[in-house]
């Protein structure tokens, strides 16, 4: 298929568009390089530099469908400035669908997030848990959802939105590479590092088994294969699926696991809960299993801890 693939400069866009290369696909990768990176986008795409609301100049209907990541993904940022959220996330989006209308190009991959439902009722999370996002960031990608779900409804597009858990690891000496960087691993190894003095442990009284918050960590390249078989099983209607491993470590468990995969200290200071943070985030990934055939092959923590040091080294 000949693809566009928005937002393909940055950590999971890139590690998206490698492995749809290496699947045989012509990708085309629509990025602004505002966070991204122009030198992670792998060799054999096309790449264009430009806003998601220049898509239009980009599809035609040549184009078998879309992969869509390009978006503000800081939860911090969104909450002391959701109008950039708001217009770069929802309205950039609304361009990148209109684009693909005009072009009638109909298959879509969406990046979403376990964001969009907040502190849950219950955990695993299912996809048809209740949708309360705690940040202007979760409402935006919830806001998009809602939107491919209506477009699906009413112009036959054939799209899945993919909700994310944590995701880490790299690929290729892919890695995040953000210059604002807020995510516990990268975090911690920096820490390994020598390159932060130490890590902020934000809350230790959580009702989990050790105090600090689980989370659901997912290697980058099982989560990029998802996407491959998504985009290829795509069929008319907007279908959701949660992407995780289904098995949660807690904050202290992953920086002793980065600690033991580097062989250096990361030290930790004690500090508030970080507001929005909810205690635990796992998984229920049984609809991918079932429908996309899709199961993780690199679910140990250790192996997304090792993948990523060997990555920013
Ligand atoms: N965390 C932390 N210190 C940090 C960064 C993150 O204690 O410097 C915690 C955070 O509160 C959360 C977990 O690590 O419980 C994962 O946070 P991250 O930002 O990586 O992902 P999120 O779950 O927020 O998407």
């Not at 995969?261 to 299993?289: N, Q, Y």
Request: with cysteine.
């Amino acid at each position: 298929m000949r693809l566009l693939v928005s937002g393909g400069a940055g950590y999971i866009g890139s590690v998206v568009t490698g492995h749809l290369l290496e699947a045989g696909h012509r990708v085309t990768v629509l990025d602004d390089l505002s966070t991204g990176h122009r030198d992670a986008v792998p060799s054999g795409a096309e790449f264009v530099q430009a806003g998601i609301d220049q898509a239009g100049d980009v599809l035609s209907a040549d184009f078998d469908g879309v992969l869509h990541f390009a978006a503000k993904s800081l939860v911090g940022e969104s909450v002391t400035n959701p109008a950039l959220y708001w217009q770069n996330n929802v309205e950039g989006s609304r361009a990148l669908l209109e684009a693909m209308r005009a072009a009638d190009v109909r298959r879509l991959v969406f990046s979403s997030t376990a964001a969009t439902y907040g502190e849950p009722d219950e955990v695993p999370i299912t996809e048809d848990a209740p949708t309360r996002p705690t940040s202007p960031y979760g409402s935006s990608k919830l806001a998009v959802d809602l939107m491919i779900g209506d477009y699906a409804a009413a112009y036959g597009l054939q799209a899945a939105s993919l909700r994310y858990f944590n995701v880490a690891g790299a690929w290729n000496g892919l890695t995040e590479r953000h210059t604002t960087e807020t995510h516990l691993i990268p975090i911690a190894l920096q820490v390994a590092a020598g390159r932060r003095d130490r890590l902020t442990l934000y809350g230790e009284d959580y009702p989990t088994p050790d105090g600090t918050c689980v989370r659901d960590y997912i290697h980058v390249a099982d989560l990029a294969e998802a996407h491959v078989l998504a985009i290829a099983a795509a069929r008319d209607g907007h279908v959701v699926y949660n992407l995780g491993n289904g098995s949660g470590f807690s904050v202290r468990q992953v920086i002793d696991c980065v600690a033991e995969v580097t062989g250096h200290e990361v030290p930790v200071v004690s500090g508030p809960r970080r507001p929005g943070d909810p205690a635990t985030l796992v998984a229920a990934g049984d609809r991918i299993r079932s429908e996309l055939g899709w199961a993780p092959r690199r679910p140990e923590l250790r192996t997304m801890v090792a993948d990523a040091w060997a990555g920013s080294r």
